[in-house]
Structure formats: structure tokens, C-alpha cells
């Protein structure tokens, strides 16, 4: 609870900084705002406190708002050119930051309607911002495609959430849950069920719900393109989970199925078309697809390595993206697109980028012994133990097909030759942030435990 | 303790390679890779000559899913981190007359590849062995990529793709077998005991999700289609240790794992496995004798000789796993040998078309018999070490099949032809023009050569140190693969 206060507070300053007129503070504000909460919502850990039947800040809730404010803290270093030239920057600050305070909601819910509330403030914030460039056709596509699926998955989701109350009486995931195990689960529950279902794999980008994943990241300015990718989907992967773990977890029988299916597709969907493309920022929006897949599999899995396989991976995720995105920011202002042939010859004029988007990559493909190899082995261990090897093995033949098309930029980076060679100047909290992942990317790698051991 | 310093030397040497710059490079890498051989000279006299895994140290790692750093040497173990420790450094003497673009790099990711390898051979933790498995690749693809010659992209690539998908296969069937283990670990004993109490069905899913991982690394006939390419197309160190060393991973694999882990599986699938292996054996000498081109000429004889070696391991008797164990050494040091006079050849004349060749023999006769020793060696002429290992791997293919082991045998045969015909065009007839401007050898080629020829000759000639080490393990390996099978 001292996350999302001191969050919403921060928010409200970042509005007034244009009144009081403080805007070159608010930087430094913001970031050490963000190390505070930090450190207070640590303070939460193991106190397991419900707030008012609409918010329980147990474990779960503690360790994915850690994730979620330690990868905004990264996310604000990477994307602080995004604040500098924008003439209306306390607006995003704002935005950015109340957005990060529906994402803790979204983690630390016991009611419905805390759930539809946090993603509402998660969302819209997200709108403007995906269509904050406002000369940009992209932009404007970005933002307005967002906006109309948005709308559609809070419809299905608010529907949903309307029919499980009209079955059981109850917004409370834990009432909801024992209704349903006392035996009273109608077919209007079921129903509710599955459009929930529906919202939440829009929210996600799991197929078939996904199609509007590409263009928005695509569109989108690329530091929003990076919070999206990293915390709107953690966020939307732990209220996932939550809800179905809890609440949902009596009628599993109803649905892992179908997610199941949805993994299966969303997996070979996001990897196959991301070796299609041509553009490197479109292939990380499709492989951010592909990555929602391969979290599903701990939903399906169910069982008490879910919860811990799905914090590992959102983080290592999160960092190996940050990474990426961080980096091809640079590339794509200095060569003028974002194109997977922009990499080449970077090896070659920055070798220190290279290296770090080749650590963030091999993360991203699970490579040993980075982070995101035992992200992806925990997870591939949950869904097997629960009994879905050949789901397990859909997932290492796509992961194969990951492996393709990352190496295709580390192959650009060290092996083509480019006519325009540019040495790109790394600005000295860029470089730190990068040391910074790349000793997270691999910390995690070798003592993977530290994280896994939380939940 | 030793196995801790084996391991992690390496890795230290590699880092701080990074803090020089220039010409010391060199040096201050083979300076490294003969203290890491000095270190593995001092575990082999504390060795003791019986069948115990010593050495051994075992730290939890990650505690929530029964992982522990666990390692150990028994003398199949030894004898494979001696071949690394000693080739290493006879690889990077190799490179002292070249002047690779990024030194520190390139020496970098030799040590850093010997890192994992030594690792992979000392491992005893299932998942572990997987770890230092897939950490060997990434230094090698790196080898390859950025010092290689025509389509590298391409070529290490398909090589990247092929030995992943194979170390997935593998990691799936060790998770597979995880399950079963009594209170979910990776170490190696709970692992054998898992996979032996799996019916024979379920045992060979096993066989085949991790005999392809071996199978694809060696490379057995027919998933040998990234080796020819990749042995051509990387810089002449790392063909070096892709067939020196890393190879030796795939049928080290088959032995410390394969075999204990399913027996049923290997008694079910084995007699395929060997036809494929002796396929792969006829196939490659065959292509071999019709190569035009010496670097690939030899890339195919590394073929057929490891095709014969995963033969000798199959057929899980004492004197096939004894052979494969000296014939992976032999193997070692005379295809570094050979790969290592292709280069000296293509930076003299700037080509390896055998046609173009002739009458060195002439020009250079100190050359000629250093090259003929290392090729008598790969021929397995008696006296040399390739005897030693072939003669017992055709005695325990003879035993467990004689008609495969006859078709087996062909291949002494074959590689005597295309091996002497390569010798005939390279170092005999008449002296063209450009061979006539062979220059004389260089203090470190000649240091590399007189190394492996000397290494061929003693354990040709005295072979029982080498012997002893592995025997005692080996026997108890054989002894608990037929108890497992019922014979």
C-alpha cells in the first residue's frame, strides 16, 4: 500500500511541477521518488496486509510491484531524452507515473473492481502516450488502434467481471473462489469466465487477440514502445495470473485448454512472423508476442512454480528489452530507421553497444548463462511438471525460431559491413544503465535462486 | 579444490586478457594455457589409479530445483581435461604466426571456450553438464563468426542452430528424467538411478532426445551436414578445437551419460545407431578420397574417424569404451596436427587445392617426415597412437556385430587411401613453381609439429599410462551398463 500512495503523491507533484514551475527538478525528483518507494514497498514483505477487502498486499503483490518500480527505474534512465525535448514533459511525467500506479494495483488486487480500475489507469495513460507524437501519422495510428482495442478487451473484461458477480454475488477473488468450490458455479459464471479471459488475452497480446500489438509498438514513440513491452505486460501477466490462480483456479478444467491452445499459437504466431520482418523495432513488438506465449505456459502449469517461474521471467524480460530498445533507440536516430540492416557494422564503430544489445539478445533468446535462460527453463519446467510436455516442446521448437531472428542482429552487428559508418555517442547514464543490465542480465543468470525463492 | 582451479583458470587468464593490448596477447595466452596444463599435469600425479570419481567438490547452487555445482574427475574425466589442457595451448602456438584483428578478443574466447570445456568434463550435476555444454558454443560461434573466411554468416549459423537444437533435445530429456529423480534433483547418481527405473520404452524417448545432442556434436552420419562447411569456413583455431576438443564433448556425452542413464534405450537403438555411425564412416571416406579441397578433405576423415568412435562406444563393451577413449585422444592431437600443416600450407601458397600441390618433399624433407609421422598416425599404422585405439574399437565392434565390424574395418583402408593420396599430391612428384617457394619452417611451427609428432610416436609406442588411467572406470562403466541390461 506505501507503493501505490507514494506513487499516486509523486504523480500529483509531477502536475504541479508546470504551476510551481520546478520542471528541471522533476527529473531527479521522479528518480529518487522511485528508489523511496522502492525501498518502502520492500518494507511490505511478508506483512500480508488486506486493505478494505480491495487490496492485499501479500507476497505476490510485494514482489511484482519490486519488479515493476526497480524496471521503471531503469525505464526512466533509458527514456530520460524522452522528457528532455517535449515541451509538455510534467504531462508525461505524470502520465508515466500514474500509469506505474495502476500497474501496482493491477498486481495487488482481492477485488474486481480494484482489477478493472488498475488497468483502466494503467490504460489510459498509455493511450496518450502511444500517440504522444503528434505530427507522426504512426503515432496518431499507434494511439488510436490502442485506444479502440483497449476499449474493446475493458468491455469484454467488464462484462465478464458483471456475469461472475450476477453467479456469485461476490467482486472478491477469494469469495468468488470458495462460491465456486461450495458447487454453485452456473453456466453464467462459466461465460463470465471466458470473456474475462478474452480481456485479459487482449491485454496481453496473447493470440488470436494480438493483432493490434505489432502496429501500436511499432507506431508508438520507442521509449513508450519500452514501457509497454516491459511494464504494461508484467503488469497485465501478474493480474493474469492472479486472477486465474485464485480466483479461477477450482474451474482450471474450463480453461487451461483453451489457454493452452492460445500458448501454443501465440508462441509460433509471435516468432514466425517476427523472422518476416524486416524492421528490427516491429521484430521486438512481434517477439514481445512470442514472449507472452511462452509466460502463459506458467499460467497453464498451474502449480506452485507459477507464480515465481512468471516473476523471473517478466524481469528478465524486462531487462533484456530495456536493453534492447535502449540501444536500438540510439541506432535508429543515428542511421535514420529502425531497420534490422541499421545494426550492421556496429560491432565495428561501438563495440561497447554491440556487446551489450548481444548480452541483451542472448538473454532474450535464452541463451545460457544469461537471465533469460533460466526464465525460460523455469517456466518450461512448471508447464512440464504439470503435465504439458508437448506443449513444452511447441515451446522449444519456437524458442529455435527466437534464436533465428536475434542472431540475425547479432550477426548484422559483427559480421555486415554498413556505407554509413556513425560512432554513436553513448551519454554517460546510458552507458551506466547498460553496465547496470548487462550485470543484472547475467547476476540473474548465475544465481537465479535470489528471485525464484521469493514466491 | 583442483578441479575448482582447472575450471575457473581459464576463466580469470580470459578476463585478464582483456587488460593488455598488442603483440603480448599471444604470449601472455599460451603463458595461461601452460599453467592450466601444469595444473592438470599436478591432478594427474594426485590421481588415484582406481575407478572412484576424485577430486570431487559439490556446492548447492540453486537450491529450489536440486541444482548443485557438483564436480569431479574419474579417469574418463581426467583423461579428456588432459586432452584440452594440452591441446589448448599447442592451438595457440599455432596462431603465432598470424596476426588476428582483435587479439585480446581472439585469445579471449579461446580461454573462455577451454573454460567450458573443461567444465563439461568435470561436471556431475546433470543440469550443470548442460550449462558449461551450451557456454562452450557461444565462444566458438563468436570464433567462427568474426575471424572465418567466405559465408561464414551463413555457414556458423546453421552450425549455431543445429548444436542448440540438439542441446535442447538434450536438456529436455534431463528434465525428463528430473521428474523421477526421488526429490527432484540434477546430480548424476539420482539421474542413472531415474533412468534406470524407466521401462524400456520410456528409456529409449530418452536415447534419442539426448543421442541427438551427442550425435549432432560429434557429428554422426546423418546430422553431419554443418560440419564439412563449418571445419572449412572457420579460422584454422577454431576448426582446431571444434575437432580437437569439442567434438570429444559429444562422445564424452555418450559415454558418462548416454550409456548409464539408459541402457535400455542404448540396448534397444544401439545396433541403428552403429549401422548410422559405420553409414557415416563409408560415406565420409568415400566423399574424403574425392575432395579437391585438403582442409575439407579433412573435415571428412574427422567424419569417419568419430563415426567409428561413437560405433566402439555403442557397442558397450570394455574394449569398445577403452578404444573410444584412446582413439579420442589420438583423434585430438592428429587432427590438430593435420588441420595445422592445412594452414601452414594455405598461408604459404594462399590455396589448399591438392592439385596445385606437389613435390614439397624436395624443397622442404624436414617438413615432409614431421607431416608424414602426423599422417601415419591418422592412418593408424601400428606404432603410432591411432593404432592403439582403432585396433580396440574394431575389437569391441567385432564383438558385438562382425559384419558391421567388417564394414567397419573398411575404413582403415579408405582413410589409407585418401590420407596417402593427399601426402602423394602434396609432398611428392614435381616441384612447381610454387611449391619451389615453400618457405622454411618457423620456430613455432616447427616447436607445434615436433609436439604432436612426439606425442603420436610415445603413445604409439608406450600407450599403457594411458590406459591405466581410463581402465579402471571404464570397467566399472561396462560392468553397470550390462548389470542394467541383464547380461
Known sequence: ?455 | MITLLLIFFPLVAAMLLLLVKGEQVKKIALGAAIVEFAISIGALFLFQKNADTQFELNYPWIRSMGINFHVGMDGISLLLVLLTTFLVPVIILTSFNKNHKNPSTFYLLILAMQFALVGVFVSLDGFLFYVFWELALIPIYFICLLWGGDDRARITFKFFVYTLAGSLLMLAGLIYLYQFTPNHTFDIAALYAAGQSLDAAHQGYVFWAMFMAFAIKMPVFPFHTWQPDTYTTAPTQGTMLLSGIMLKMGTYGVIRWLLPVAPLGVEHWAHFAIVLAVIGILYASTIAIAQKDFKRLIAYSSIAHVGLIAAGILAGNVQGVQGSMIQMLSHGVNVVGLFFIVDMLESRFNTRELHAMGGIRNVNPQFAVLFLIVLLGSVALPLTNGFVGEFLLLNGVYQYNAWIAAFAGISVILGAVYMLRSYQSIMLGETNAMTASFAPLTGSEKAVLVIICAAIIAFGVYPKPLLDIAEPSVIKLVEGFKLAIGK
Open chain 1, 1 to 455: 500500500m506505501k507503493a501505490l500512495i507514494l506513487l499516486s503523491s509523486l504523480g500529483v507533484i509531477a502536475l504541479l511541477a508546470e504551476i510551481f514551475s520546478f520542471k528541471k527538478l522533476l527529473y531527479p525528483l521522479v528518480i529518487i521518488g522511485l528508489i523511496t518507494t522502492f525501498i518502502f514497498n520492500a518494507f511490505d514483505w511478508g506483512t500480508d496486509r488486506i486493505y478494505f477487502n480491495m487490496m492485499r498486499y501479500d507476497d505476490f503483490a510485494v514482489a511484482f510491484s519490486s519488479v515493476l518500480i526497480g524496471v521503471s527505474f531503469l525505464w526512466f534512465i533509458m527514456a530520460d531524452g524522452f522528457f528532455k525535448e517535449e515541451s509538455n514533459m510534467t504531462d508525461y511525467f505524470a502520465l508515466v507515473i500514474f500509469s506505474l500506479a495502476g500497474a501496482v494495483i493491477m498486481v495487488s488486487y482481492s477485488n474486481m473492481a480494484m482489477l478493472f480500475l488498475g488497468i483502466e489507469i494503467l490504460s489510459i495513460p498509455m493511450y496518450v502516450l502511444a500517440g504522444s507524437k503528434k505530427d507522426d501519422v504512426l503515432s496518431n495510428e499507434a494511439g488510436f488502434k490502442y485506444l479502440i482495442m483497449g476499449a474493446f478487451a475493458s468491455g469484454f473484461l467488464l462484462f465478464g467481471i458483471a456475469l461472475i458477480y450476477g453467479a456469485t454475488g461476490s467482486f472478491d477473488i477469494v469469495e468468488i473462489a470458495q462460491t465456486v468450490a461450495a458447487g454453485a458455479a452456473s453456466s453464467i459464471f462459466y461465460a463470465g469466465l471466458l470473456l474475462m479471459l478474452v480481456g485479459m488475452a487482449f491485454k496481453v497480446s496473447a493470440a488470436p487477440f494480438h493483432f493490434w500489438a505489432p502496429d501500436v509498438y511499432q507506431g508508438a514513440p520507442t521509449p513508450v514502445t519500452a514501457y509497454m513491452a516491459t511494464i504494461v505486460k508484467t503488469a497485465a501477466f501478474a493480474a493474469f495470473l492472479r486472477l486465474f490462480y485464485t480466483c479461477f483456479q477450482g474451474s482450471a478444467a474450463t480453461w487451461t485448454s483453451i489457454v493452452v491452445v492460445m500458448a501454443g499459437l501465440t508462441m509460433l504466431a509471435g516468432n514466425i512472423t517476427a523472422v518476416l520482418q524486416t524492421s528490427a523495432k516491429r521484430m521486438l513488438a512481434y517477439s514481445s508476442v512470442a514472449h507472452a506465449g511462452y509466460m502463459l505456459l506458467g499460467l497453464v502449469a498451474l502449480n506452485q512454480y507459477s507464480q515465481g517461474s512468471i516473476l523471473m521471467y517478466t524481469l528478465a524480460y524486462s531487462v533484456g528489452s530495456i536493453t534492447s530498445f535502449g540501444v536500438l533507440g540510439y541506432v535508429a536516430k543515428a542511421k535514420g530507421g529502425d531497420a534490422v540492416d541499421s545494426f550492421n557494422g556496429l560491432a565495428k564503430t561501438n563495440p561497447f553497444l554491440a556487446f551489450v544489445m548481444t548480452v541483451a539478445l542472448l538473454s532474450l533468446a535464452g541463451i545460457p548463462p544469461t537471465a533469460g535462460f533460466f526464465a525460460k527453463y523455469y517456466i518450461f519446467t512448471a508447464a512440464f511438471q504439470a503435465g504439458h510436455a508437448w506443449l513444452v516442446l511447441v515451446a522449444i521448437l519456437a524458442s529455435l525460431i527466437g534464436v533465428y531472428y536475434y542472431f540475425r542482429i547479432i550477426i548484422a552487428m559483427y559480421f555486415k559491413h554498413s556505407n554509413l559508418e556513425v560512432t554513436i555517442e553513448v551519454s554517460a547514464n546510458h552507458k551506466l544503465l547498460f553496465v547496470i543490465t548487462v550485470l543484472l542480465t547475467i547476476a540473474l543468470g548465475l544465481m537465479p535462486d535470489f528471485v525464484i525463492g521469493l514466491l
